[in-house]
Every structure is written in C-alpha cells, then in structure tokens.
Antibody, heavy 118, light 111 residues
C-alpha cells in the first residue's frame, strides 16, 4: 500500500526549530518529486517547499525562504523539512505530498500539526 | 492571495449538479492540461478527485467530472450526495516556481 506518514509536529516557541519527517512506503521513493504543503487553521492549501527525486533541485515559498530546508534520504525512504526561526504565522497542518501521474499531488500524508506560540 | 481563483462557496440540493470554477492564466490553467481537483473533509487530508483536467483516479465516483475552457477549469459533481459536502481545491502546473499552484478553495454545502 502506498503511504506517507508525517511526524515531528508539535508546540514550539517563536524563534524555535522543528524537523518534520515524512516516511514513505509502497513505491520507489527516489522516482518521485515531493512537496510540503501547509494549511493554516481555517485557511486553504499553500505550498511550502519542493524537491525532485534525487534531491538535486529544491524550491521554497518566499515566506519560508532562508528559514526552512527541505531534504530527502532515499535510502531511508524519508522526506524532511527543517524549520528554523519559526513564527506564529507558520502555525499550520503540514502535509507531505507526492507528485505523480506525473504532474499531480496524487498521494498525501495525514498531516502533522505545528503550533508556534509562547 | 491564491494564484488560482475559486468561488468561496457553492451549494446544491441532493440529486442536483453543481460546478466549481477555477480561473488562472495562460501560464498555468490555460497553458497545460495538468489541472487537478482535491476534496478535503474537515480534519482530513486532501484527496485527489480529478487529474489532467478530466481524468479520474481509480475508485473515484463517475459523478465527478472535470473540464477546461481557456484559462478556466471546472469541476462538476452530479447527483449530489450528503457525503460530497467538503472543501474543494484546484491545482495547476505552472512554468514558474513553485511549478504548481493552488486555488483558494471552495466550500460545498449540500442543502
């Protein structure tokens, strides 16, 4: 079964750091680009970062550039999002999503909640 | 402000049909056949309903259909059912980073 499982969310103070993980199973991880997409409470979906299959190309939303770093370990079938200098406006559910079919977010994780508050 | 424009809400009665629009530009919706639609129930992850403008993944009801004309894509749900009540998001491939953009979402209410 194709599956994405996020972890690492939680409550953190402004200025703090968190590392999110997305463990994948059921497909050849290295063959797919991956995204992190977030959803603030009551708001819509917003892309955060993307990475291609071998990790050689990445991209970031302006709102997180310089603070967040996306990476992947294809040997461990895991996607990461290192989040530093967190702000209240980063509070959201963070989803990892696979790009397949080949230009579609075809598989989504269940999401992990990040709350930035003092 | 989202890159793609969707109506904030639509509603319909059981058995009726509704259509949700998604308007972009020639750099995204109008330029490619890579428009997709997602259904999201409260507290749940988005679920792919339509991809490549009008294709349905395995397991998605044929009551869901997609189309595109110019810079506007549309999702039509026929024979509305109570379980269709959810938020719906469109997404499109685009030439500029982030390579994919979302609409702001549409809340569907089944009356």
């Amino acid at each position: 079964e194709v599956q994405l499982v996020e972890s690492g969310g939680g409550l953190v103070q402004p200025g703090g750091s968190l590392r999110l993980s997305c463990a994948v199973s059921g497909f050849t991880f290295s063959s797919y680009g991956m995204y992190w997409v977030r959803q603030a409470p009551g708001k819509g979906l917003v892309w955060v970062s993307r990475i291609n299959g071998d990790g050689s190309s990445t991209g970031y939303a302006d709102s997180v550039k310089g603070r967040f770093t996306i990476s992947r370990d294809n040997a461990k079938n895991t996607l990461y999002l290192q989040m530093n200098s967190l702000r209240a406006e980063d509070t959201a559910v963070y989803y990892c999503a696979r790009i397949g079919l080949p230009h579609t977010f075809d598989i989504w994780g269940q999401g992990t909640m990040v709350t930035v508050s003092s | 402000q989202s890159a793609l424009t969707q109506p904030a809400s639509v509603s319909g009665s059981p058995g009726q049909s509704i259509t949700i629009s998604c308007t972009g530009t020639s750099s995204d919706v109008g330029g490619y056949k890579y428009v997709s639609w997602y259904q999201q129930h409260p507290g749940k992850a988005p679920k792919l309903m339509i991809y490549d403008v009008s294709d349905r993944p395995s397991g998605v009801s044929n009551r869901f259909s997609g189309s595109k004309s110019g810079n506007t894509a549309s999702l039509t749900i026929s024979g509305l059912q109570a379980e269709d009540e959810a938020d719906y998001y469109c997404s499109s491939y685009t030439t500029s980073s982030p390579l994919r953009v979302f609409g702001g979402g549409t809340k569907l209410t089944v009356l």
